[in-house]
């Protein structure tokens, strides 16, 4: 899968960049991961452990990481924890993702509808 849409965003997974109507954003390359790795399960309660095991595999790392990378995906998603529209905190579970998800199939490069 190389595009898809999240909520308002067209998000150019190999390119590691997010567009809207104002602004196209880059995204570091362990933060697009999370952004997948959302899309792949939207809808579903992701644990903290399941997360990290996601992007950094069998190397140990602390909250604070994972709690970098999801700030950074929600500020580049001008998301806001406290009233979430794309990332939703599940108290002592994880997180969820609850905007809708688009995936384009097509190989011709056309943007998702």
């Known amino acids: 899968m190389s595009r898809m849409s999240v909520g ?14 104002d602004a196209t ?8 991961d999370l952004l997948v790795l959302f899309a792949d399960r939207a809808g579903e309660v992701i644990s903290k ?8 595999g069998q190397v140990h790392v602390n909250d604070d990481a994972l ?11 001008k998301d806001d924890a406290r009233q979430p529209t794309y ?3 599940v108290s002592k579970r994880g997180y969820r993702l609850i905007a809708a998800v688009s995936k384009d ?9």
């Open 67 to 77: 709690t970098r990378c999801i700030f950074k995906l929600r500020k580049a998603l």
């Open 87 to 89: 990332i939703e905190t």
């Open 105 to 113: 199939t097509q190989t011709n490069g056309t943007p998702p509808r």
């Open 25 to 32: 954003i880059e995204l570091e390359p362990r933060v697009m």
């Open 49 to 56: 452990e399941e997360i990290a095991t996601a992007l950094w």
């Open 8 to 21: 308002a965003w067209t998000v150019d997974v190999a390119g590691n960049r997010l567009s809207d109507a």
